[in-house]
């Protein structure tokens, strides 16, 4: 194996903060029982976060961000992984604590690590990423909850996001009549060609005042985005529905009531990708590559290059980022 390697390290001093691509050694590593060489990775925006000095992600520095990699593992110390065996790796404390994925090499506790599914290629893998396996452990939970194509519409808020745009696209190949909510008026085709059957506005979703208990619009959403949209969407949920939330994009404050859950029975479900049970996480993952695979999920992603990083994790934290941006690694 080479001696040095390509790595995007961000470091932060009293006096400067910096986001460079610099060489590293295999020594810089941290421990861990697989050793992969990293073919891509992802963005998403707690990537973002972590590329900024009060991002409140990176807790010491200097540091390689990236919660998602996938690659060729190089050397392992774990039964379950040999040379040569191509795996992802999501979540845990990759890219918080831990070295991640925007690195040319990588050493992870084999704990973390998921083979890649058959019928799925490493570059696809990051198209899903932490986004995709999140609108993954979403629907999942929507149907383990029973919402049914039968029941009605699935709201997706936040649709042009990573996880709204593979949610809208798994939930229309299963089947289930998809609304999209988007502050982007641009994105209508896309959401459209993803599979959304309506599109309607931010502001509709949300609106000033939000009412303790709305009309029953909804059998089930998906939202990556919590704060008022949260309070909003729960109290127009149809008797017996479900909301499964992953984000916090419009604030963690969720001005609600008790009103939906003792009068209609909505079920709030909670969606933590980080630390999802390992035999969960792999099922999840061979849907992925299955029955939940989108059919286009070429329109959902982009790619970029190591060098090109920085400007897509700025544009990310701006909201300027469309569905799923790989990270070409190799490039």
């Known amino acids: 194996m080479t001696k040095e390697f390509k790595a995007l390290v961000v470091n932060k001093t009293d006096e400067d903060f910096s986001v460079n691509v610099e060489s590293l050694s295999f020594n810089d590593l941290p421990e861990g029982d697989v050793t992969i060489r990293v073919h891509y ?107 049914t194509p039968e029941d009605g519409t699935i709201l997706v808020t936040g649709a042009t996001g990573g996880v709204g745009s593979m949610a809208v696209s798994m939930l229309a190949k299963r089947g289930y009549h998809v609304t999209a909510s988007t502050g982007k008026e641009s994105e209508h085709e896309y959401l459209k060609t993803l599979g959304a059957e309506e599109i309607i506005s931010r502001e509709e979703v949300t609106p000033e005042k939000i009412r303790p208990i709305g009309k029953q619009k909804w ?47 909505v079920n709030l479900l909670g969606i933590d990708s980080v630390y999802c049970p390992k035999d969960l996480r792999e099922k999840l993952w061979q849907r992925m590559a299955a ?41």
């Open 41 to 147: 990775s992802s963005v998403n925006y707690k990537d973002g976060l972590a590329s900024i000095p009060n991002g409140k992600i990176v807790q010491s520095y200097p540091f390689v961000p990236g919660i998602d990699l996938a690659g060729t593992v190089v050397s392992s110390d774990d039964d379950r992984y040999q040379e040569g065996d191509e795996v992802v790796v999501t979540s845990y404390e990759l890219g918080v604590s831990h070295y991640g994925g925007y690195s040319e090499y990588a050493r992870v506790p084999g704990d973390w690590v998921v083979p890649l599914p058959e019928n799925m290629s490493l570059k696809e893998a990051m198209a899903f990423g932490t986004a995709g396996f999140t609108a993954a452990l979403s629907v999942h939970r929507l149907e383990e909850s029973g919402v």
């Open 219 to 265: 059998a089930g959403v998906v939202d990556p985005v919590g704060g008022k949209t949260l309070a909003s969407v729960l109290s127009n949920t149809k008797y017996g529905g479900a909301v499964a939330v992953s984000g916090l994009t419009a604030g963690v404050e969720v001005p609600t009531t008790v009103f939906p859950f003792i009068l209609r029975g």
């Open 291 to 331: 029955d939940l695979k989108p059919d286009d999920l070429g329109e959902i992603e982009n790619e970029v290059s190591l060098k090109e990083l920085p400007d897509t994790l700025s544009d990310i934290l701006q909201g300027k980022v469309r569905g799923r941006t790989v990270v070409n690694i190799l490039s």
